[in-house]
């Protein structure tokens, strides 16, 4: 009985870690692009200059943080730019 309880263990960690790791990579279509400068704070799709992983931004507006948004928008938004800031 142990046994079936470890393997279902196993297997609805390894589902949920899958689902994770699918939610927090952006996937940059064709219809997409990277827009740094504009992320809030903790909401950043991927690694900076500072830390490895998405959604670890210090504060707002860190110039090495991106977010996806739709080709075309980044311009739009105040502070916005297609390449990393120091």
């Given at each position: 009985m142990k046994k079936n309880h470890?393997?279902?263990?196993?297997?609805?960690s390894g589902i949920i870690a899958l689902g994770a790791a699918m939610?927090?990579?952006?996937?940059?279509?064709?219809?997409?692009?990277?827009?740094?400068?504009?992320?809030?704070?903790?909401?950043?799709?991927?690694?900076?200059?500072?830390?490895?992983?998405?959604g670890h931004a210090k504060m707002d507006n860190q110039g090495d943080a991106f977010i996806?948004?739709?080709k075309g928008l980044c311009a739009k938004?105040?502070?916005g730019s297609l390449t990393p800031k120091s």
């Open positions: 470890i393997a279902a263990t196993t297997a609805i939610v927090t990579t952006p996937a940059l279509a064709g219809d997409k692009e990277k827009c740094y400068g504009v992320a809030a704070a903790g909401h950043n799709d991927c690694a900076t200059k500072m830390n490895s992983c998405a996806a948004v739709p938004l105040s502070g």
